[in-house]
């Protein structure tokens, strides 16, 4: 039973598996940040130095995420001691103060609700995974990095705001899309519509690929 929980994995477009911890900032339940978008990402653990460099990163980018209601999660299969010790070390050493919750996963059980562990990498330490649970508790996309290589904290500020954008004006974001590129127009869905696509005052490629400014 403990090895199916470790492989299962969340789906998009469903919601986000619930969850209680402990954490450096006292219990947490998923449930309870509802109305906030989620970044919960997982490290596989604590005094390491690609990690560290990824919380100095992370810290860096806090209050950018905070700003688009985004609530910043960490998570390891560490005790809230190390998670502690590691965040006064970091403080002390590097000068930086790591401002957002870190769960404490020893038995694993988050990790095992959200696919961190993949034994390929390592049955002892989560990979380095990204969630993104809107407000509503909706899964909107996940990143699985490996163990060796740190993230880029661009690209996960970036798509926030890509997934903020196509929910508030019902669009889709195209390539390499960063904010204020246009965005790209729903396919016409009818043989009416599009033949009236090309005279609708969009950037027309094709009946099938239009942009807007938004």
């Known amino acids: ?13 469903e919601p986000a598996p619930d969850f209680t ?4 900032h006292g219990p947490i ?11 919960l990402f997982s490290h596989p653990a604590d005094f390491t130095p690609v990690c560290t460099t990824e919380f ?52 694993m059980k988050v ?7 993949h034994p390929g990498q390592s049955t002892t330490a989560a990979v380095r995974c990204v969630f993104f649970i809107d407000d509503k508790g909706i899964m909107r996309a996940m990143i699985y990095y490996p163990l060796q290589n740190g993230r880029y904290m661009p690209e996960i500020i970036r798509l926030v705001k890509a997934l903020q954008t196509t929910d508030k004006y ?14 790209v127009v729903a396919p016409p869905k009818t043989a009416a519509e599009m033949e009236k696509r090309q005279s609708e005052g969009y950037e027309y490629k094709d009946w099938y690929l239009c942009y807007k400014n938004i």
């Open 1 to 13: 039973m403990e090895s199916e929980e470790c492989i299962s994995f969340p789906v998009l477009g």
């Open 29 to 39: 339940s998923l449930s309870s940040l509802k109305g906030k978008w989620v970044v």
């Open 56 to 107: 100095l990163a992370f810290a860096a980018i806090h209050d950018e995420l905070a700003a688009l209601n985004v609530q910043l999660l960490g998570l390891s299969v560490d005790s809230v001691s190390s998670h502690l010790g590691w965040v006064h070390d970091i403080k002390e050493k590097m000068g930086v103060q790591i401002p957002f919750p870190i769960i404490a996963d020893l038995n």
């Open 170 to 183: 019902k669009v889709s974001t195209p390539a390499n899309w960063q904010p204020g590129d246009k965005v």
């Open 111 to 117: 990790a095992g609700k959200y696919g961190m562990i």
């Open 21 to 24: 911890a402990e954490t450096t």
